[in-house]
């Protein structure tokens, strides 16, 4: 469901006529995680300070490949979905993150009849198939669908709103983020659950060994030796309010959500647009829709993914929109994380939530041969930042690029 003040161009890039106009804030009043860096938001927070993570060979019998490496979350109890069944992976990172995320924005269980589910994820509870003994019967199909997934935190969790799915490949969950901020907008909700999640899925590891898009050694974003991207896996996820609805609750937000930018690059089905000009399209238009200037944003956490023509054009976008390439500091998320697929999004989102907050920028994972093509400023020391705005890019295949701004609540 979109605003009324939403257009879409044939382009595919979601603009608003209304750019700059004095809406009602969307804030972002709970947060929740589950993370191969630890689960929940202070454990969270205290591995990104530790700037060290290495990822590990899966525990996957049939996981016949040259490169198995992922940055896995340590083994979690399954939760019951309260009536569909014992979740899959991906539903049980998300219930985990869901529950601390609501817990977090002060909603008990009576406040929860009208929150709405907005969540994206890449491949939803698909490890059901591939972990399926071969004797035995197997999930029904619409089990392991990527839309299961809200249905889950809905049935789950007792969340009475609209719900809704996305599935953009890697930019999912900033997606699904976007549109909670439009259900708000648009009074179909007060608050909106928002994220993704996504967990192991031998598949996707297969696909990218085939296309040589691993790294065999760590994922290391604008690091002239990088090879390739390492997936990751876990959940965040973020609950968005109408600051009068928080006001009426009493509560205050971490960050508000104060504009985003949609684009397609219509270019190839996994490469990007060496010319970058959508994705800087998209990030304008964050920039426009909140009323924002280049100037007056703090932070960026880039898409950053590790492959070497991602991490190249991203960095030139950043320069095309802020100027000089290290201009603007950046944290580079996946660095700590891996790629967490249709989760990456929504993990950005809430660690710029948290930087916005704390006004602090967690130290950057050490380069050991920073790129010069891709000329990004990358703190390897914790910093202190105005935290006005920090500005999220999350892209995918088939050109599905997004750029969301947060903005300070106070």
Same mark, same amino acid.
């Given at each position: 469901?979109?605003?009324? %003040?939403?257009?879409?161009?044939?382009?595919?890039?979601?603009?608003?006529?209304?750019?700059?106009?004095?809406?009602?804030?969307?804030?972002?009043?709970?947060?929740?995680?589950? =993370?191969?860096?630890?689960?929940? &938001?202070?454990?969270?927070?205290?591995?990104?300070?530790?700037?060290?993570?290495?990822?590990?060979?899966?525990?996957?019998?049939?996981?016949?490949?040259?490169?198995? %490496?992922? *940055?896995?979350?340590?083994?979690?109890?399954?939760?019951?979905?309260?009536?569909?069944?014992?979740?899959?992976?991906?539903?049980?990172?998300? $219930?985990?993150?869901?529950?601390?995320? $609501?817990?977090?924005?002060?909603?008990?269980?009576?406040? !929860?009849?009208?929150?709405?589910?907005?969540?994206?994820?890449?491949?939803?509870?698909?490890?059901?198939?591939?972990?399926?003994?071969?004797?035995?019967?197997?999930?029904?199909?619409?089990?392991?669908?990527?839309?299961?997934?809200?249905?889950?935190?809905?049935?789950?969790?007792?969340?009475?709103?609209?719900?809704?799915?996305?599935?953009?490949? +890697?930019?999912?969950?900033?997606?699904?983020?976007?549109?909670?901020?439009?259900?708000?907008?648009?009074?179909?909700?007060?608050?909106?659950?928002?994220?993704?999640?996504?967990? *192991?899925?031998?598949?996707?590891?297969? +696909?990218? /060994?085939?296309?040589?898009? !691993?790294?065999?050694?760590? +994922?290391?974003?604008?690091?002239?030796?990088?090879?390739?991207?390492?997936?990751?896996?876990?959940?965040?996820?973020?609950?968005?309010? =109408?600051?009068? =609805?928080?006001?009426?609750?009493?509560?205050?937000? *971490?960050?508000?959500?104060?504009?985003?930018?949609?684009? +397609?690059?219509?270019?190839?089905?996994?490469?990007?647009?060496?010319?970058?000009?959508?994705?800087?399209?998209?990030?304008?238009?964050? !920039?426009?829709?909140?009323?924002?200037?280049? #100037?007056?944003? #703090?932070?960026?956490?880039?898409?950053?993914?590790?492959?070497?023509?991602?991490?190249? &054009?991203?960095?030139?976008?950043?320069?095309?929109?802020?100027?000089?390439?290290?201009?603007?500091?950046?944290?580079?998320?996946?660095?700590?994380?891996?790629?967490?697929?249709?989760?990456?999004?929504?993990?950005?989102? !809430?660690?710029?939530?948290?930087?916005?907050?704390?006004?602090?920028?967690?130290?950057?994972?050490?380069?050991?041969?920073? #790129?010069?093509?891709?000329?990004?400023? %990358?703190?390897?020391?914790?910093?202190?930042?105005?935290?006005?705005?920090?500005? &999220?890019?999350? *892209?995918?295949?088939?050109? /599905?690029?997004?750029?969301?701004?947060?903005?300070?609540?106070?």
């Amino acid at each position: 469901m979109f605003t009324a %003040l939403d257009t879409y161009t044939r382009s595919g890039c979601r603009t608003s006529s209304a750019r700059g106009a004095q809406l009602e804030r969307i804030l972002i009043t709970g947060l929740g995680v589950t =993370s191969c860096v630890g689960n929940g &938001v202070d454990a969270y927070w205290a591995g990104l300070a530790r700037a060290r993570s290495v990822p590990a060979p899966v525990d996957d019998p049939r996981a016949d490949m040259d490169n198995r %490496l992922l *940055y896995a979350v340590p083994p979690m109890a399954a939760e019951s979905d309260s009536g569909a069944g014992t979740p899959g992976r991906t539903s049980t990172f998300a $219930l985990a993150a869901a529950r601390e995320a $609501l817990a977090d924005a002060g909603l008990a269980d009576a406040d !929860l009849a009208e929150v709405g589910v907005s969540v994206g994820t890449g491949v939803g509870d698909v490890s059901l198939f591939e972990w399926a003994p071969d004797d035995g019967p197997g999930p029904e199909g619409a089990t392991a669908f990527p839309f299961k997934v809200g249905a889950t935190l809905a049935s789950g969790l007792g969340l009475g709103g609209p719900v809704t799915s996305v599935s953009t490949a +890697c930019s999912a969950s900033a997606y699904s983020v976007s549109l909670a901020a439009d259900l708000i907008r648009d009074g179909a909700a007060d608050i909106v659950l928002a994220g993704g999640a996504d967990g *192991y899925t031998r598949v996707g590891v297969a +696909c990218f /060994n085939r296309m040589g898009a !691993l790294d065999p050694v760590v +994922c290391r974003p604008f690091d002239v030796g990088r090879r390739g991207t390492i997936f990751g896996e876990g959940a965040a996820m973020l609950v968005l309010e =109408s600051e009068s =609805s928080a006001r009426r609750r009493g509560r205050r937000g *971490y960050a508000t959500v104060a504009g985003a930018g949609w684009s +397609c690059d219509g270019h190839h089905p996994t490469a990007p647009d060496r010319g970058a000009g959508q994705i800087v399209r998209a990030m304008r238009d964050a !920039l426009a829709e909140a009323g924002v200037s280049p #100037d007056e944003v #703090d932070c960026v956490v880039p898409h950053g993914t590790g492959t070497p023509l991602n991490d190249e &054009v991203e960095a030139r976008a950043l320069g095309a929109v802020f100027g000089a390439g290290d201009a603007l500091p950046a944290y580079s998320l996946k660095a700590m994380l891996g790629h967490t697929g249709g989760a990456a999004g929504a993990f950005a989102l !809430l660690t710029a939530a948290l930087i916005v907050a704390r006004r602090e920028i967690p130290p950057n994972v050490p380069l050991a041969d920073p #790129d010069p093509g891709c000329p990004i400023r %990358l703190p390897e020391v914790a910093s202190t930042t105005r935290a006005r705005h920090a500005l &999220v890019n999350a *892209y995918a295949f088939g050109g /599905n690029n997004i750029s969301v701004l947060l903005g300070s609540a106070a």
